[in-house]
DNA sequence: CATGACCGTGATACTAATACCGGTATAGTT
DNA sequence: AACTATACCGGTATTAGTATCACGGTCATG
């Protein structure tokens, strides 16, 4: 086994990020923030239904800088997600 | 065109991102450093050499863990580092 | 010199991310 | 009803990330 395929955990968290993600977006298009972080809708809204769990590392900087979030906020609201949902209100607040 | 290759900037700022990395690794070795980030040191030397320069968001969060690195700060100097090379002095005392 | 432990590297294998295309559904407008 | 805009879904194509294997280098010890 060369490439671990992705653990049912890490498709969960990529679950809980993509939901993170669409509450930041709010009532902004898809195409629209799509366009504004530099990649195509269609992998935007694959990031935001959970379809590709672990995006790269830019790509979501990009996408947290044109919707005004913290990358290390994020990780860590999607990583302790799993406990509390309590950081999805600071979320949708701040974003 | 299905899935575009990496541009020469895209990749030059991958080896920037594995500059600050391996700086900020210091004099701890890589399987020490990619164990405490739960990865195989192959890869954390392909990302640290520029071979993968663009690696996925979670590895690079469970890396800036392990090291100490602030996402937002990480993202902000490999993507400034064209520019200034401050920034890496910076890493090299904080990191 | 031989042996072993540790580190980094090159090659290979295989999955996942990204983009493009077509189709479908829903809601709003004229 | 027809048109538009938005989002979802499936399939397809192609590059890239990640892990395993095998090899060479280094350093300490015998």
Redesign the interface.
């Given at each position: 086994m060369v490439r671990v395929p992705l653990t049912p955990e890490?498709r969960q968290?990529g679950e809980r990020f993509g939901v993170l993600l669409r509450q930041a977006r709010g009532e902004r298009s898809m195409v629209e923030v799509a366009a504004a972080a530099g990649l195509s809708a269609e992998t935007l809204r694959k990031i935001e239904t959970g379809r590709a769990p672990?995006?790269?590392?830019?790509?979501?900087?990009a996408l947290a800088a044109a919707l005004g979030l913290?990358?290390?906020e994020l990780?860590a609201a999607c990583?302790e997600g799993q406990f509390t949902q309590g950081r999805a209100a600071e979320f949708r607040q701040a974003g």
């Open positions: 890490e968290r672990t995006p790269a590392f830019f790509t979501v900087a913290s990358l290390d990780a990583a």
